[in-house]
């Protein structure tokens, strides 16, 4: 069973920067894909960014070269970078996992944190 704890979200003007963490309970987090996702009003959940137990990650395109995903296995916790923002990444941002998978998919992970909100003004 993993736990998933999300913190970091806020608001922010457009062109700055925030860093959401996602603090994992569980003693096989470096054994999972850690991914976020995020939910805009009136819109489906999307895929963000992921990085797998390996350290091999992947992006959205909307986000590749503003966001950075990492991960401290350490701390149990993944991160996640975003700079330049823009109106429109306001959306709720959650953190997910799965063993070893690392993809796209959101049915694909088993865990889900609650989410935090990123507002970003124009």
């Known amino acids: 069973q993993v736990q998933l704890v999300e913190s970091g979200g806020g608001l922010v003007q457009a062109g700055g920067s925030l860093r959401l963490s996602c603090a994992a309970s569980?003693?096989?987090?470096?054994?999972?894909?850690m991914g976020w996702f995020r939910q805009a009003p009136g819109k489906e959940r999307e895929f963000v960014a992921a990085?797998?137990?390996?350290?091999?990650?992947i992006y959205a395109d909307s986000v590749k070269g503003r966001f950075t995903i990492s991960r401290d296995n350490a701390k149990n916790t993944v991160y996640l970078q975003m700079n330049s923002l823009k109106p429109e990444d306001t959306a709720v941002y959650y953190c997910?996992?799965?063993?070893?998978?690392?993809?796209?998919?959101?049915?694909?992970?088993?865990?889900w944190g609650q989410g935090t909100q990123v507002t970003v003004s124009s």
């Open positions: 997910a996992a799965v063993p070893y998978y690392l993809g796209t998919m959101d049915t694909k992970y088993n865990y």
């Open positions: 990085i797998g137990w390996s350290g091999g990650f």
């Open positions: 569980g003693r096989t987090f470096s054994s999972h894909t």
